[in-house]
């Protein structure tokens, strides 16, 4: 079992910038994916980015490609999603998942096992 724990939310405005973080505890192995997920009111939930815990590699969607990176921290097994540039758009509940299984990144949710509660980012214009 692998327990995450997303922070950093927040309310900003159109331009602005925000960090969201995710704590992974339990049983993480590096051979993880840990991706950041978003789920507008409405809407189904999509894939904003994800990366390769063993090897850094990255993959983004197309709509926040330029604006949002994704990292880690190995040593506090966290993962970091920074925010720039930000639209209304962008304004969702952003959950963090880890895939397990997967040798590569994908943007399928059904393929990560594990998600933290959420938090939300609201972007005003």
């Known amino acids: 079992q692998v327990q995450l724990v997303e922070s950093g939310g927040g309310s900003v405005q159109a331009g602005g910038s925000l960090r969201l973080s995710c704590a992974a505890s339990?049983?993480?192995?590096?051979?993880?994916?840990m991706g950041w997920f978003r789920q507008a009111p409405g809407k189904e939930r999509e894939f904003v980015a994800a990366?390769?815990?063993?090897?850094?590699?990255?993959r983004y969607a197309d709509s926040v490609k330029g604006r949002f990176t994704i990292s880690r921290d190995n040593a506090r097994v966290t993962v970091y999603l920074q925010m720039s540039t930000l639209k209304p758009g962008d304004t969702a509940v952003y959950y963090c998942?880890?895939?397990?299984?997967?040798?590569?990144?994908?943007?399928?949710?059904?393929?990560?096992?594990?998600w933290g509660q959420g938090t939300q980012v609201t972007v005003s214009s």
């Open positions: 998942a880890v895939d397990r299984d997967s040798s590569s990144i994908g943007y399928s949710d059904y393929t990560y096992a594990y």
């Open positions: 990366i390769k815990w063993s090897t850094s590699n990255t």
């Open positions: 339990g049983r993480f192995f590096s051979t993880y994916i």
